[in-house]
């Protein structure tokens, strides 16, 4: 029963490079949430999802970042043109659709993300 | 912007010892988490206490929730050293998408064998 799948653990890129981060939710869980982590601080919410529909973005900068959740694979946080800013850890958490954002959510061990 | 407040920032104990961390809130919730992060990991679920409740138990752990003064505070009793690690509260957003949970801070915790 696997968790919360992250994939790269670590990703390096160069400013103006494009980062694409990768979520494979709990088995049986529709809803896919992303979180950054700054270094010494707690997780900021980025975006809510479900399969092929984002519910709540009002935690994405509005230029450079997008996030989908398609009906079949991965849920895909973009970025484009990175700047040493977007340096951060990124986690994506799952929950099953009777709890929604009401109860616990599951972590992935997440997205190291270096910009040069 | 940010809800929870942990506190202290940064707790250094023995093992064996109790260990306390607090968290106050902002604004109503429906319920409150914690979790716990070991260093450079993901985070990992301890606990839901929601808003009806008061205190909740689980092994080691113990939870209070008083929404007259929006605080929690998290008890570890007879702590180890495998406790050692980074200890976030989090609120649901209440009158929201309540899709997303709003983290504090966090209190590192030490614990010295």
């Known amino acids: 029963n696997a968790g919360v799948m992250q994939n790269p653990r670590h990703l390096v890129r160069r400013r103006g490079q494009e980062a694409r981060l990768r979520c494979s939710p709990m088995k049986g869980h529709s809803h896919v949430y992303w979180y950054r982590q700054l270094p010494e601080e707690g997780l900021k919410f980025m975006v809510y999802?479900?399969?092929?529909?984002?519910?709540?973005e009002s935690g994405m900068p509005k230029e450079r970042f997008s996030a989908e959740f398609p009906k079949e694979g991965p849920s895909i946080l973009r970025i484009q043109q990175v700047v040493r800013g977007d340096s951060a850890a990124y986690f994506c958490?799952?929950?099953?659709?009777?709890?929604?954002?009401?109860?616990?959510?599951?972590f992935g061990p997440g997205t190291r993300l270096t910009v040069l | 912007s940010q809800q929870g407040e942990e506190d202290p920032q940064a707790l250094s104990i023995q093992e064996g010892e109790n260990a306390t961390m607090n968290c106050s809130y902002k604004t109503s919730i429906n319920n409150l988490q914690w979790y716990r992060q070991n260093s450079g990991r993901g985070l990992v679920h301890l606990i839901l206490?929601?808003?009806?409740?008061r205190e909740k138990h689980s092994g080691r752990l113990r939870v209070t929730l008083d929404t007259s003064k929006k605080s929690s505070s998290l008890l570890i009793t007879a702590s180890r050293a495998a406790d050692t690690a980074s200890y976030f509260c989090a609120t649901d957003n209440y009158g929201g998408s309540q899709g997303n949970l709003i983290f504090g801070k966090g209190t590192k915790l030490s614990v010295k064998p």
């Open positions: 958490a799952s929950s099953p659709p009777s709890v929604a954002g009401l109860g616990e959510q599951f």
């Open positions: 999802l479900q399969k092929e529909n984002i519910i709540d």
């Open positions: 206490i929601r808003s009806n409740e």
